[in-house]
């Protein structure tokens, strides 16, 4: 093989043919972003490209001038020396793997993915390359993450079985929260769902890009009308949990929902009485079941739990490297 | 193992005791016999399956799985049988085993097969179920249940009350049919055993001011003995001590099991006394942490009972006699006993609550905590009724607290959890109160140690989190006001005066007792 066209920086993954950064943890000249998640899209880049979506998530995030030049994706194109296509990646809405092409090698850079099922986005779309860039959030055998579909009855078994108490989930806002929600809709449950106003924003700009979540409701009441509230469903950033926002509702049930909560401890630590088994990234399984499928010449791994895939390549007989990026959360917000 | 493994979950997340015991409750009601019957011995522990052993586990597991990967998946995960649960390849089926097909073959395979036995389920479980599976199989089922709360889940089934399965319990074995026909409207159970255990009556603390509001001429008073308060129940030939909760304590205590040579049932505490003196709590706490003593220690820390009350007497149930006569049964019944094995409790003279006042403030023995006051017109009454039965404790400000958090200590503790968070009871949920260690003995912090290590459910660095499980008597000098504190308290130079292995942590005190104390001013 030639000399690869990305390079691992500090600061991210670089291209010199095409004088670009993907994901960069730093602000940087000219930026291809995979998805809206905090830690692959940071505000203060030169400029952007990304698909329309992400472009859009960002600037909620972090307003309208989040990058000085700011490039919609819609067709292959060139950038310098190099080609360069985005292709879905089946993680939140938005979220995109990004194909860099040159002198017959090419390398996907696939940022966050997922391959079950999210009617929030389109879905992963294998892309065959030579080098194929795979994060490792949940990269253990022991992550075999359940049908989501069952944690959602999970849920709705517990709202049952205590009615008098508000059930508050956990939700990361972008993707988790509407997933949720989503899940909760497609199970049958048409009550209003009540939201944290740190959600208002992406909730509505999901309903705006047609995915439908029901009749959602502000959880901002004061504690008078939160105490009284029982039968209902709230979603709330985690970070919302540690705040007294919590102290208004009366005898909640707290869950999260996250792909954390299958290791006992993980949800014990966060004091969690419901954990959910919800995740939008690949599990074990469907990791090594991409890696396999897509068949690369080499696999480089980023964030997470680099040693257990290298040694799966190892015992597979594949080629495979740790990128030791830094910057790059658990499971971002 | 479908149901079992639901159950387990909830009650591993649950949080606070009511919960639990809906928990409990709901699944007691529904499951089939004999599957609960089982599941209940399983979680008080009444289950013995022989236990298998890590390196089982382990080896069974090398043969699935590539150690390296099972490696760091331990290693990230931090539970041998959770990790097992979810690396086991394949997906299993829900509902494929149940749990009373589980616990009979566990009970009738020799421990040296156990192992593929296990392997098999394993491939035929669900996740969830096999991590249930695991935790029986390995006997770590620890999810804060008690034989005490089992009875308690049972009592809401609607049938049978607390203290009517209390008295019944003993004698009872897995997997229970008797008694689950009997709440679902069968006949009541023969006991199965003689001697059986009888709820206990329970006072409620009162202060100076509390007294005002009561006339000291309905009221007899005796000292508040600082040992543990037991019941020694003999009849037709069965001798057996009991704790106040109901647990059979009978095999620590021979000297006394020997001189039980009556009918009845005695209420009094243990002690460990020589002559007339009552040695400190501490000797008597030796011997609490020996099943079977040996003759030196029966000889050197020797047991009796002080006796406070008489429940029957030779098959006459005196229980719903008033104080006063109860009194003159109990002393007309300890004259024939050993009095170096059996005294009554004394009666404390006094006019005004004062008279009673300067009793307290000068206690006979140091081994006296406070007086207790026994309104002589009343029964006796299983529980903590309130207002028949005072205990007026002595100075300085102690609560029962129970240890949530441990950390190692530093110096001659180094290596020890020896340091200790501890909290009270706000509604369902403990909410910690202070910080403290204590002189403890070397075989104390040993004990501790071991305890901390075997019921740590989370580790943050150095401290680890325990299951709710043990409860401290915390002595301090008084309390704060504070901002900072979730509780609202701060207490000042708080110790740990002993170590309650006795008492349930159900009974630790509530953040109530704390805020009252503040109320009182005396700060
Ligand atoms: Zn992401
Ligand atoms: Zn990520």
New interface residues.
Partial sequence: MSDPILIPRPEGLYCPQGDFFIDPSRPVARALITHGHADHARAGHGAVLATRQTLEIMAIRYGADFAGQRQAYEAPLRLGEVTVSFHPAGHVLGSAQIAVEAGGQRIVASGDYARVSNPSCAPFEPVPCDIFISEATFA?????H?DPAQEMEKLLASMR??PERPHLIGAYALGKAQRVIMLAREAGYDAPIYIHGALQRLCDYHIEQGVPLGELRPATMDKAEAGGLREALVIAPPSAFASPWVQRFADPVIGFASGWM????R???R?????LVISDHVDWEDLTRTVTEIDPAELWITHG?E??LM??AE?EGRRARPLHLVGYEEEPE | MRDFARLLERLAFTPGRNAKLDALADYLRHAPDPERGYALAALTGELDLGRAQPAVLRAMVGERVDPELFALSYDYVGDLAETIALIWPGDGEPGALDLPHVVETLQDTPKIRTGPVIADWLDRLAPSERYALLKLATGGLRVGVSARLARMALARLGGPSLEEIEEIWHGLAPPYRALFDWIEGGEKPERAGLAPFRPVMLSTPIDREGLDALDPAEFAAEWKWDGIRVQAVAEGGERRLYSRTGEDISGAFPDIVAHMGFEGALDGELLVRRGDQVAPFGDLQKRLGRKSPGKALLASHPAALRLYDVLLWEDEDLRALPFDTRRERLEAAVADLNPERFDVSEVLPFGAWDDLAALRAAPPQVVIEGVMLKRRDTPYMAGRPKGPWFKWKRDPRLIDAVVLYAQRGHGKRSGFYSDFTFGVWEDEALVPVGKAYSGFTDEELRRLDRFVRNHTVDRFGPVRALSPALVVEVAFEGLNRSTRHKSGVAMRFPRISRIRWDKPAAEADRIETLREMLDGGED
């Fill in positions: 253990l055998p022991v992550f075999r359940p079985a205590a299958q290791i006992r401890a949800a014990r630590q004091g969690v009485e419901l954990p739990r040693e257990a040694r799966w015992l």
